[in-house]
């Protein structure tokens, strides 16, 4: 399975950005599709997750109320609409897949495939 996320880029405080995340396949039975970030010199932290079956969301407290995280079945796609961005959210935005049904974990080592990252950059 290969991750290809795209749609980071430079914005504005208050700016808003949509990434996405396209899987080459998904032939597991209920996998959760997730972004994590990652800021210069700080660990990889969780942002949303969703679950492929029943599309059930979850969100870091960091993004509730701002971020989106949606998925497309027919595209094997997932997006992450982001709004009112700050500053604090630049970071490389990575998409992970894992295969466990159904199970929504935070801790990055539990998911067994990653996208390369695309960056985020919030100006002031």
């Known amino acids: 399975v290969q991750l290809q996320a795209s749609g980071g880029g430079l914005v504005q405080t208050g700016g808003s950005l949509i990434l996405?995340?396209?899987?080459?396949?998904?032939?597991?039975?209920?996998?959760?599709?997730?972004?994590?970030?990652?800021?210069?010199?700080?660990?990889r932290v969780f942002v949303a997750s969703i679950t492929w079956i029943g599309g059930r969301t979850y969100y870091a407290d960091s993004?509730?109320?701002r971020f989106t995280i949606s998925r497309d079945n027919a595209k094997n796609t997932i997006y992450l609409q982001m709004n009112s961005l700050k500053p604090e959210d630049t970071a490389v935005y990575y998409c992970a897949l894992d295969r466990t049904d159904g199970i929504v974990t935070t801790n990055p080592s539990t998911y067994?495939?990653?996208?390369?990252?695309?960056?985020?950059?919030?100006?002031s």
């Open 63 to 65: 993004g509730k109320d």
């Open 20 to 43: 996405s995340c396209a899987a080459s396949r998904l032939y597991f039975r209920s996998p959760i599709m997730s972004w994590f970030r990652q800021a210069p010199g700080k660990e």
């Open 112 to 123: 067994d495939y990653w996208g390369r990252g695309t960056q985020v950059t919030v100006s």
